[in-house]
């Protein structure tokens, strides 16, 4: 696997990468039916239990999510919100779903849009360097995805507008749920995986007189966890 083959898989239309077409149709077809089924396969079935099930539906649904991963982050605990008891509870159930999850194929291409201080910070990592998410990981397969994520949730800064994407690709039997939601086509990974950058590339554009940044980061998956 050639992880250094980055921007093969776009076109650069003013000054913004867009996916090719059919690209997100081959991510599917290589990551085949045992991930993309494992609502059926493995929650539905008797492969988790009932606890765990609910976790899940309640991590993809509201704010749940952002709860157990502000948490996890900054160890912040929501006023009115769960425990700190409750959330690590949360999270306990939520890598015991993950795990129980099928194997991703080497060389699936995961994205992940990250936006204000906190993208800045990660594209100033260099080639080698490593990375880990305390929180819960939510990627998604689709590159448009995780470019909107990464649009969404951006400020202005004095200096132009910046955008970080991450490009995750998978290897060592990288595990995640695949929670059947059209609209983002999410890949859950579990807390602590461990990336490494292989390649950075920046795409710069203009919007009107504003200067435009896409930080565009690929990590390999190591097989460890922080």
């Excluded at 898989?9 to 085949?32: K, M, N, S």
């Excluded at 609910?54 to 502000?70: D, H, I, K, P």
Aim: hydrophobic content about 35%; aromatic content about 10%; some cysteine.
């Amino acid at each position: 696997m050639n992880t250094h083959q980055f921007l093969s898989v776009f076109t650069i239309v003013d000054g913004r990468p867009e996916e090719i077409e059919g690209y997100q149709d081959h991510q599917c077809a290589v990551l085949g039916s045992p991930v993309l089924e494992w609502w059926e396969h493995v929650a539905l079935k008797g492969g988790l239990s009932a606890e765990c099930i609910a976790s899940v539906m309640e991590y993809t649904r509201g704010c749940a999510f952002q709860e157990l991963n502000n948490y996890l982050r900054y160890g912040t605990i929501t006023p009115g919100g769960k425990s700190r008891k409750e959330l690590e509870l949360f999270k306990t159930r939520m890598v015991a779903a993950i795990e129980k999850a099928p194997a991703i194929p080497d060389g699936v291409v995961l994205w992940r849009g990250i936006g204000n201080a906190v993208g800045r910070q990660i594209a100033l990592l260099d080639i080698e360097d490593d990375y880990a998410d305390e929180a819960v990981l939510s990627t998604s397969i689709s590159f448009d995805t995780g470019r909107d994520y990464a649009e969404e949730w951006q400020t202005l800064p004095s200096d132009g507008i910046h955008y970080t994407i991450l490009r995750f690709v998978t290897s060592e039997q990288q595990k995640g749920i695949y929670y059947p939601r059209e609209d983002e086509s999410e890949i859950i990974l579990r807390p602590e995986t461990l990336w490494r950058v292989t390649n950075k590339h920046l795409v710069e554009g203009q919007r009107g007189h504003t200067k435009v940044y896409y930080h565009l980061i690929t990590m390999v998956s190591t097989g460890e966890y922080s």
